[in-house]
């Protein structure tokens, strides 16, 4: 059974109350943009208080700072005039849990879904699959407050991020929805 018919209702409940918001300028109001994880326990609309048009939110898995996040991150800035940026990745992140090898091996056995169990994922589908995924970095994390001090750090360095743009590294806690921060990732961060 798809969701599809339920999103489309949902839809139509929220445009029905649309109001203003259809008169919202393109850049950010609050002139500020979020990278963070696409898992589905985080809402940044919610654990940053952003209504429609206040911010910009970047999602991948991990929430990190690939070099397609950075390209948006370039046009949240250079187009749309952004000048702050959080980097939040959150605990218990699914990319703790595979490395580039289990995920390499996992697909070119199988396309189906993989169960997860207390030793990780196993394929319990058929084959085929392709070995293609040897080709992608899927930027897996070991540690997750040191994956946020990489990705401040990548983009603080990054040649088309200018140096008046403070980046602030935080983790956010699925246990509690508090968000933490990774000092050193924000001290890495900070506006020169
Ligand atoms: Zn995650």
């Known amino acids: ?9 949902a839809n139509e409940s929220y445009a029905a109350d649309f109001g203003a918001k259809g008169e919202l300028a393109l850049p950010p109001a609050r002139g500020f943009a979020i990278l963070t994880c696409m898992d589905a326990r985080l809402d940044p609309a919610k654990y940053a ?37 959080f980097v939040i990745h959150h605990t218990d992140c699914g990319m703790e849990f595979f490395t580039d090898e289990v995920i390499r091996g996992l697909l070119a056995a199988s396309l189906e879904t993989a169960a997860l169990d207390e030793t990780g994922f196993h394929d319990v589908g058929t084959g085929p699959g392709s070995p293609e995924a040897k080709y992608i970095d899927w930027l897996t994390i070991s540690d997750n407050a040191q994956s946020v001090a990489e990705d401040v750090a990548r983009i603080r360095n990054h040649p088309l991020v200018p140096s008046s743009i403070p980046v602030y590294g935080y983790l956010y806690d699925v246990k509690s929805g508090r968000l933490v921060e990774v000092p050193e990732a924000t001290a890495v961060g900070a506006a020169g």
């Open 49 to 85: 208080g952003l209504a429609e048009g206040d911010a910009h939110v970047i999602r991948n898995a991990g929430g990190r700072a690939s070099d397609d996040a950075i390209r948006s991150l370039v046009i949240s800035y250079k187009l749309l005039g952004t000048k702050e940026w």
């Open 1 to 9: 059974m798809s969701v599809l018919p339920e999103v489309l209702s």
